[in-house]
């Protein structure tokens, strides 16, 4: 966020992000509220730093100290207010701020307070926003995961969120032949599922696979905003080969966040699976206008 006035103005927040800054002021305190959103200059604060300094009896030693303690509490400031404020458009006109949990927010903040990279900053921004819009959407086991989680297994994450598939309500990565060009031309191998699956994203199965079982005779999937219509042999107890590869609990919380590329080519091949295991596949094609 640059220095100076913030670019979102008390006029421009809707009702949830007012109820959601107030919501984590009163949490972790000292969050800039919406009409407090004004940057101190750089001026003002070394000022009073040099006022704070000279009221208080310090060895030079002693100063440097207190300065690095102000130094890393305002970093730590500045990538609470940079979340928090990139959380604020992503708001649902629905959202529920004010239904969130305080324990929840304050140890959200404690596990991304020391993050200063933008690009994660993005991913913790959608967190927050995602709880906002739904409280109990993410566990503390998921915030916590992510204090360990570095920015290259975050893209690698990302990649593979680039076939997830919702089947049954729920995303599913659709990994067939780890070794086929759709997957290794898309950045995924097995290598990098073995290294999903031993930081806990997911579960890899590289022999027998997994299989959803329990479908009716018609169920609706979809992949992106493309959706299909599977037909099964029976009317009842259907199932269906999903692959090598299941999301776990945390893994499925923040695939909700992920924003990934479109495969090219992945409907198709998909398509071609599930035909082959004997399931008739109709795309649903949008209404004429």
């Not at 404020?85 to 004010?98: R, Y």
């Not at 921004?125 to 998921?142: C, Q, V, W």
Request: aromatic letters at 8%.
């Amino acid at each position: 966020m640059a220095e100076g006035n913030s670019i979102i103005s008390v006029g421009e927040l809707s009702k949830p992000a007012v109820v959601l800054v107030e919501k984590i002021s009163e949490a972790i305190g000292g969050i800039c509220k919406p009409w407090q959103m004004k940057r101190v200059a750089k001026a003002e604060a070394e000022a009073e730093r040099i006022k704070v300094l000279a009221r208080v009896e310090t060895t030079e030693l002693e100063k440097l100290a207190l300065g690095r303690f102000i130094y890393e509490e305002t970093k730590k400031q500045k990538n609470i207010e940079n979340i928090t404020h990139q959380s604020l458009p992503q708001l649902n006109a629905g959202a529920k701020p004010e239904g969130m949990e305080e324990d929840w927010i304050t140890n959200f903040f404690d596990k991304c307070r020391l993050i200063s990279d933008e690009e994660m900053q993005s991913i913790w921004a959608r967190i927050l926003a995602g709880e906002a819009n739904t409280p109990g959407k993410f566990s503390k086991r998921t915030i916590n995961f992510m204090e360990s989680l570095d920015k290259q297994d975050a893209k690698l994450f990302t990649k593979l969120c680039a076939f997830n598939w919702i089947l049954d309500g729920g995303p599913h990565p659709l990994i067939y032949n780890v070794k086929e060009e759709i997957y290794t031309k898309n950045g995924i191998n097995f290598s990098i599922l073995k290294h999903l699956d031993a930081i806990g994203l997911i579960s890899f199965e590289s022999l027998s696979g997994y299989k959803k079982e329990g479908f009716p005779k018609g169920t609706v999937v979809t992949y992106k905003d493309a959706p299909y219509l599977l037909k099964f042999p029976n009317e009842n107890d259907n199932h269906l080969n999903i692959g090598k590869v299941l999301l776990t609990s945390i893994g499925s919380e923040l695939a909700s966040i992920c924003v990934p590329e479109v495969v090219a080519g992945l409907e198709e091949y998909v398509v071609n699976m599930w035909k082959s295991q004997g399931v008739e596949v109709i795309k649903i094609l949008p209404p004429p206008l």
